[in-house]
C-alpha cells in the first residue's frame, strides 16, 4: 500500500470521539482511484451534519475535480475523504462533487486490526435503521459495470483496475 501522490504518508480518517481510524489510502485502492470513474455525484451540502471549525488554507489546495469518499456503515453514507473539498465546494457555490462510495465489506477493510474492526462493528450496529440522508446523482446513466447507491446488496462487477 503506497501513499497517493502528493502525500508522504499513509492517509488515515480519525474519529477521535470513537477511538477509531479509517485507512483512507486502503479505501482508495479498492475503489481504484484516481484511474476509476467515480460512482456518482453527491449534493455537497448533504454532506455536513454539524458546525465545524476548518482550515481554510487548505481549501487553497482542494482540487474540486477529485471525487469524495463515502464509506457506507449500516444505513448511513459517511464522508471519509475529501472534506476541504466539499467546504471549498459550498464556498465557491459548487453544489455537486463526484464521489466513490465504498460498500459496507469495503468498509470493513478499511478498520485494520481487531480493536478497530470490533468498533467499527458496534457502530455499523448502532447505525442500523438510522439513516443520515446524503443525496447522491448519477452523472449518467447507470451500467452494469456501476455499483449500486443504495448498498442493499453488493456490486456484480468490480470496477477495472
Known sequence: ???RPGHDEIEVFRWYHLSM?????????IVGAPYAEPDGHVVVRS???????????AWDRADLSEP??????????LLVDGRHRARKAIAEGVSKLPCYILTEK??????????????????????RGIEIKVDLYYSEPRSAAKRPLNGDHPPTVRRPR
Not at 21 to 29: D, P, R
Not at 68 to 77: M, N
Open 1 to 3: 500500500m503506497k501513499p
Open 21 to 29: 481510524q479509517f485507512n483512507v489510502t486502503k479505501a482508495l485502492e
Open 47 to 57: 454532506l455536513f451534519h454539524s458546525r465545524s471549525i476548518w482550515d481554510v488554507t
Open 68 to 77: 469524495v469518499l463515502l464509506a457506507t456503515i449500516g444505513d448511513t453514507r
Open 106 to 127: 469495503e468498509t470493513e477493510q478499511c478498520f485494520e486490526g481487531k480493536a478497530q474492526k470490533n468498533r467499527y462493528l458496534k457502530l455499523r450496529n448502532l447505525l
